[in-house]
């Protein structure tokens, strides 16, 4: 009588990036040959990924819903699950801050309003996405950046967002929405560190460019 081997899975840390590809995407639904071309489009930059659109994604036959889950997962991947400090490591600057900034969320293409929430050390606690599109829109407001203060029971915060049309410098619109936000931080008791404006090369801190405080 002879007894089979029972085939292992790999663990993720023992599959080639195509393997790893195939797996992720095939529990979302695609087929082998979806599969395929959407790997051999991105195999040589994987990190272009997450600049891709619904859009795009139909385009490689993909139903809408699919295109939804997929974009998700990216999404959950490539802007959500940043390479966040350890608690041992304390935000010193606004330089510190904009480097990890700017990597995050320099290169996209869509604007994403970001709140960072650090302890009484500057230590990271949390880091909320808060609403992706425009700032200048009114979604786009202190109360909702403050909740999560409350809630993470946070010292301070920084606030960021991209301009993805590139150019770090601030709009009025960029100019009113700090200010409000710093008289909101003042009456809470939550200290507003700084807002950055990041893109692809550079940065602009407010902290480092004009005064945060009356």
Excluded: W
């Excluded at 639904?29 to 994987?46: R, V």
């Excluded at 699950?81 to 969320?105: C, G, V």
């Excluded at 650090?118 to 407001?141: C, H, M, P, W, Y």
């Amino acid at each position: 009588m002879y007894i089979k081997n029972k085939r292992v899975a790999k663990r993720p840390n023992e599959l080639t990036n195509r393997q790893l590809f195939g797996r992720a995407f095939r529990v979302l639904g695609l087929s082998n040959e979806q599969i395929k071309a959407l790997y051999d489009e991105f195999k040589s930059d994987m990190n272009s990924l997450k600049n891709i659109s619904l859009e795009e994604l139909q385009h490689f036959g993909l139903s809408k819903q699919m295109a939804y889950s997929v974009a998700s997962l990216i999404e959950l991947l490539c802007v959500r699950s940043k390479d966040i400090p350890e608690k041992t490591d304390p935000i010193m600057s606004s330089q510190q801050m904009a480097k990890r900034l700017m990597a995050s969320y320099g290169d996209l293409n869509q604007e994403h309003l970001v709140a960072i929430y650090l302890d009484t050390q500057n230590r990271i606690i949390a880091e909320k996405v808060i609403f992706i599109g425009s700032v200048r829109r009114s979604v786009a407001e202190p109360r909702e950046i403050l909740h999560y203060g409350v809630k993470y029971m946070a010292t301070s915060l920084v606030v960021t967002h991209n301009h993805p049309s590139g150019g770090a410098y601030p709009s009025r619109n960029d100019v009113a929405f700090t200010d409000k936000l710093r008289r909101s931080c003042k009456d809470l008791g939550i200290e507003f560190l700084d807002h950055i404006i990041v893109c692809k090369s550079e940065y602009y801190s407010f902290r480092e460019e004009m005064e945060l405080v009356d």
